[in-house]
């Protein structure tokens, strides 16, 4: 199975500010990553996938790069509604897994 | 618009088997291209993919629970369903139904959730 480990596990951010979150898979995934945001009681929502294409709706400030092993995922003006926790998840290979997720909280 | 929905039975004894529902709208698992999956969270924890099936009747399962897992559809009610066969305390969790996307870029094939339902509680508890 490939492994995707996240970091940091959590982190709080000032209003505005800039938020990078990393993945890193335990061999190529040849940018097979998604990304979720998930709110308290509520379920995941898809935000990047293809390491870097923006699920529509998505606001602009969301923006995955990266390839293969090591992705992430940044936030570049912090916001309040973006609290909660953020997984990633590679695609390339069942049994498709995620990482152990990380959570965002404002400062 | 994309809807899914879960259904399940809340609560139930060790070694009894779980029967989950999807009942979905907005796509139909008929298209070429189109799957559901099955994936779990326990509270607090994080995410775990159970089974995915696909518009083919093409299914895979977590090798973890393969032997446990049984994902199948109704696509004349637009319904998927998964059934995990004796249960124990350690499946207690949140269970999400979730529609599956796919991107292809040349030989490779790229594998997403980008809707989801709203989840549903199992308890196992004797």
């Known amino acids: 199975d490939i492994q995707m480990t996240q970091s940091p596990a959590s982190l709080s951010a000032s209003l505005g500010e800039t938020v990078t979150i990393q993945c890193q898979a335990s061999e190529d995934i040849y940018s097979g990553l998604a990304w979720y945001q998930q709110k308290p009681g509520k379920s995941p929502q898809l935000l990047i996938y293809g390491a870097s294409s923006l699920q529509d709706g998505v606001p602009s400030r969301f923006s995955g790069s990266g390839s293969g092993t090591q992705y992430s995922l940044k936030i570049s003006s912090m916001q309040t509604e973006d609290e909660g926790v953020y997984f990633c998840?590679?695609?390339?290979?069942?049994?498709?897994?995620f990482g152990s997720g990380t959570k965002l909280e404002i400062k | 618009q994309v809807t899914l929905k879960e259904s399940g039975p809340g609560i139930l004894q060790p070694s009894q088997t779980l029967s989950l529902t999807c009942t979905f709208s907005?796509?139909?698992?008929?298209?070429?291209?189109?799957?559901v999956g099955w994936i779990r969270q326990p509270s607090g924890k994080g995410l775990e993919w159970l089974a995915n099936i696909w518009w083919d009747d093409d299914k895979y399962y977590n090798p973890s629970l393969k032997n446990r897992l049984t994902i199948s559809k109704d696509t004349s009610n637009n319904q998927a369903f998964l059934k995990i066969t004796n249960v124990d305390t350690a499946d207690t969790a949140t269970y999400y139904c979730a529609r599956t996307s796919f991107i292809t870029m040349m030989v490779l094939i790229w594998w997403y959730f980008d809707y989801w339902g709203q989840g549903v509680m199992v308890t196992v508890s004797s």
């Open positions: 907005g796509f139909s698992l008929s298209t070429y291209g189109m799957g």
């Open positions: 998840q590679q695609g390339l290979k069942y049994p498709l897994t």
